[in-house]
């Protein structure tokens, strides 16, 4: 499968840690200046969202976006997107996303990002798609849920093979 647009699962707030939020920007740009591809987020002009998106948009590829209705009434909206799509729940919005990317990469951010990418993750497992998952483990910040995966598989409740589910990187280079 080749790789021609990216979901992005990630926060739509700014991290407190500035080394933090300098590791995010570092791999986007290295990624966006490696990689040609389309982007396909939750279309949020705030908090790495934001970020993402206009890194990209500055590195010359399409951004679109994908936001329930009800947050878009908040006005946190990116409006310079290439594309932009409203739907009615958060469920819709992981849909949308599911059918309009090649692969998933999941940033650093909060409740919504575990959701996003356990379920994303939860469906590979299952064998309802087989597109690649990145997990970006910038400045260690997902070493507790990589911790707790294998936790998990040392209690026998996730499979050996499921290891090779998603793949933990922490260069652009990583993503292949």
């Given at each position: ?60 590829r399409l951004v679109y976006g994908v936001m329930p209705e009800f947050l ?99 260069r652009a280079s990583d993503l292949a």
């Amino acid at each position: 499968m080749s790789l021609k647009k990216l979901g992005v699962f990630c926060g739509s707030s700014m991290p407190k840690d500035k080394s933090l939020f300098q590791g995010i920007t570092s791999f986007l740009d290295e990624l966006f200046e490696q990689a040609n591809f389309d982007v396909i987020y939750g279309g949020a002009k705030i908090g790495v969202m934001g970020e993402v998106a206009n890194i990209a948009l500055g590195h010359g590829r399409l951004v679109y976006g994908v936001m329930p209705e009800f947050l878009q009434q908040r006005k946190v909206d990116h409006k310079g997107l290439s594309g932009f799509e409203v739907c009615e729940t958060m469920h819709e919005r992981k849909e949308k996303m599911y059918l309009l990317s090649d692969a998933f990469l999941i940033l650093p951010g909060g409740f919504g990002t575990l959701d996003e990418f356990f379920e994303i993750l939860t469906w590979r497992q299952l064998s309802l798609h087989s597109k690649p998952i990145y997990l970006l483990n910038v400045g260690g910040f997902y070493d507790g849920v990589i911790s707790h995966l294998k936790m998990m598989k040392d209690a026998g409740f996730i499979s050996d093979s499921d290891d090779e589910l998603v793949k933990i990187v922490t260069r652009a280079s990583d993503l292949a």
